[in-house]
């Protein structure tokens, strides 16, 4: 069997098409920054990944005067995030109550994103996309990273470079293969998601968590034809609910909201149901002599207020500004020191969403009646307070201000 090997020169190599990867070598790209990106599929629709951008990516798709083109493609404006407590509202978390025009959240399907980010990218002659090729080793020079090798099927990349990004997610070959060690955060939760036809009745588009003595379901609405149903079980319990058959879940899962059964007929088979293992987790060095980690590879939030999306492209936008000047000194990889202001400002931020998130897992799992009762009293008082406006800042705006940085754009 003949091997090909293809030699490649980059400035930066991103791995990841993600909402981190895809953001990260648009602006590398449009500031005539030399960037390949990767990504291991062929389609973008990949795994089970999260349709909600909070109106924080909104303001940041705006500044890099991408939000027009994007809302020409399939989306659905979010104004609220209603919480149904033993079927009444116990409190909304209002998006249209900020401050205008980003005073809502998006909901579109992930894939149309990716591809709108990367059919903007390619519009710069320093952009090259390779679909279908997974990154495989690191290529190293003095102990510094200095590029991958990568695999395209049985063709052999080697891509070297000043920089290597690993935006690629959860489980990261690129943070393996440096030896990163992740610290865990223990969790109680898992979730399981599946799609449902249409919208249960009264649904009004919104996004809702509702919680019942039988369980706790999540509704996300993909546009007006399909509804991601969430619904959130103890850790490690999904192999006894599926021992129990999938007429006994549907069963449970209509109990919380009977108006969802008739779409539950369209659930005929436990494969339609994607589990979402919780982690929570932190990596312990984000930046390395030419490497950086953003996104899920350098931090995993748990899936609460739907934080993914935004934290991995405010990384993207904050790297973007340190990397520009970085790559005008370093000659070789990048020093991780010239990268050091990358971590040191999103490490806080990132860890302030993940402190609301520990709050609202906690609220949520309450299951002793006291409590349940304390729950129901004290929210509906907590929601007019100004520290619950603060907290739905930081959750739709971000915990710190992020800008996108114009003033690297070149002229096309
Ligand atoms: C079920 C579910 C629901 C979610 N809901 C939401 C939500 O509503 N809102 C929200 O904000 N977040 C949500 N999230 C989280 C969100 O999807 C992630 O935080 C976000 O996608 C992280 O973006 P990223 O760019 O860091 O990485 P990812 O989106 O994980 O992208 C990484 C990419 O790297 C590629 N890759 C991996 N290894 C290699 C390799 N060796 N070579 C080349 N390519 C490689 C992968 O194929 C992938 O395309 C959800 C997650 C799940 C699983």
């Given at each position: 069997?003949?091997?090909?090997?293809?030699?490649?020169?980059?400035?930066?190599?991103?791995?990841?098409?993600?909402?981190?990867?895809?953001?990260?070598?648009?602006?590398?790209?449009?500031?005539?920054?030399?960037?390949?990106?990767?990504?291991?599929?062929?389609?973008?629709?990949?795994?089970?990944?999260?349709?909600?951008?909070?109106?924080?990516?909104?303001?940041?798709?705006?500044?890099?005067?991408?939000?027009?083109?994007?809302?020409?493609?399939?989306?659905?404006?979010?104004?609220?995030f209603r919480f149904?407590d033993?079927?009444?509202e116990l409190f909304s978390v209002n998006?249209?109550?900020?401050?205008?025009?980003?005073?809502?959240?998006?909901?579109?399907?992930?894939?149309?994103?990716?591809?709108?980010?990367?059919?903007?990218?390619?519009?710069?002659?320093?952009?090259?996309?390779?679909?279908?090729?997974?990154?495989?080793?690191?290529?190293?020079?003095?102990?510094?990273?200095?590029?991958?090798?990568?695999?395209?099927?049985?063709?052999?990349?080697?891509?070297?470079?000043?920089?290597?990004?690993?935006?690629?997610?959860?489980?990261?070959?690129?943070?393996?293969?440096?030896?990163?060690?992740?610290?865990?955060?223990?969790?109680?939760?898992?979730?399981?998601?599946?799609?449902?036809?249409?919208?249960?009745?009264?649904?009004?588009?919104?996004?809702?968590?509702?919680?019942?003595?039988?369980?706790?379901?999540?509704?996300?609405?993909?546009?007006?034809?399909?509804?991601?149903?969430?619904?959130?079980?103890?850790?490690?319990?999904?192999?006894?609910?599926?021992?129990?058959?999938?007429?006994?879940?549907?069963?449970?899962?209509?109990?919380?909201?009977?108006?969802?059964?008739?779409?539950?007929?369209?659930?005929?088979?436990?494969?339609?149901?994607?589990?979402?293992?919780?982690?929570?987790?932190?990596?312990?060095?984000?930046?390395?002599?030419?490497?950086?980690?953003?996104?899920?590879?350098?931090?995993?939030?748990?899936?609460?207020?739907?934080?993914?999306?935004?934290?991995?492209?405010?990384?993207?936008?904050?790297?973007?500004?340190?990397?520009?000047?970085?790559?005008?000194?370093?000659?070789?990889?990048?020093?991780?020191?010239?990268?050091?202001?990358?971590?040191?400002?999103?490490?806080?931020?990132?860890?302030?969403?993940?402190?609301?998130?520990?709050?609202?897992?906690?609220?949520?799992?309450?299951?002793?009646?006291?409590?349940?009762?304390?729950?129901?009293?004290?929210l509906p008082i907590v929601r007019r307070?100004?520290?619950f406006?603060?907290?739905?800042?930081?959750?739709?705006?971000?915990?710190?201000?992020?800008?996108?940085?114009?003033?690297?754009?070149?002229?096309?």
């Amino acid at each position: 069997m003949s091997m090909q090997a293809v030699e490649m020169e980059q400035e930066v190599v991103v791995v990841g098409a993600g909402p981190g990867g895809v953001v990260m070598a648009y602006l590398l790209a449009r500031s005539g920054v030399k960037v390949a990106l990767l990504e291991r599929h062929v389609q973008l629709d990949r795994e089970f990944r999260g349709y909600f951008f909070q109106p924080l990516v909104v303001k940041l798709l705006d500044e890099m005067g991408l939000l027009q083109g994007l809302l020409e493609k399939e989306h659905y404006k979010t104004g609220s995030f209603r919480f149904i407590d033993r079927k009444k509202e116990l409190f909304s978390v209002n998006f249209f109550e900020l401050k205008p025009p980003y005073d809502y959240g998006l909901l579109m399907h992930q894939p149309l994103f990716l591809q709108y980010m990367i059919d903007q990218a390619s519009k710069f002659d320093t952009f090259t996309y390779l679909s279908g090729t997974r990154a495989a080793e690191l290529l190293t020079e003095n102990g510094a990273v200095a590029g991958i090798k990568a695999l395209k099927g049985k063709e052999e990349l080697f891509l070297r470079s000043k920089l290597v990004v690993g935006a690629d997610g959860r489980y990261s070959t690129i943070r393996k293969l440096a030896g990163i060690e992740m610290e865990q955060e223990s969790h109680t939760l898992d979730f399981l998601w599946f799609d449902l036809p249409g919208q249960p009745e009264g649904q009004t588009g919104n996004i809702q968590i509702q919680i019942e003595e039988e369980g706790m379901l999540i509704y996300t609405p993909k546009g007006a034809e399909v509804t991601q149903v969430g619904w959130v079980i103890p850790k490690g319990t999904y192999a006894e609910i599926r021992s129990k058959g999938l007429e006994a879940f549907k069963k449970q899962v209509a109990a919380v909201d009977p108006k969802i059964g008739p779409l539950l007929e369209h659930l005929q088979d436990f494969k339609q149901v994607s589990v979402l293992d919780i982690q929570v987790a932190m990596a312990k060095q984000w930046v390395r002599n030419g490497l950086m980690l953003i996104g899920d590879a350098a931090h995993i939030a748990s899936p609460f207020s739907g934080q993914g999306n935004s934290l991995a492209i405010q990384d993207a936008v904050v790297a973007h500004g340190v990397l520009m000047r970085a790559l005008r000194d370093a000659k070789g990889p990048i020093p991780a020191d010239m990268m050091a202001e990358f971590e040191r400002t999103r490490r806080g931020p990132v860890e302030k969403i993940k402190k609301i998130q520990r709050m609202q897992a906690k609220m949520i799992s309450i299951r002793h009646p006291l409590f349940v009762r304390f729950r129901r009293t004290m929210l509906p008082i907590v929601r007019r307070t100004p520290l619950f406006k603060k907290m739905r800042d930081t959750i739709a705006m971000g915990a710190a201000p992020v800008r996108v940085h114009e003033e690297y754009r070149k002229a096309k």
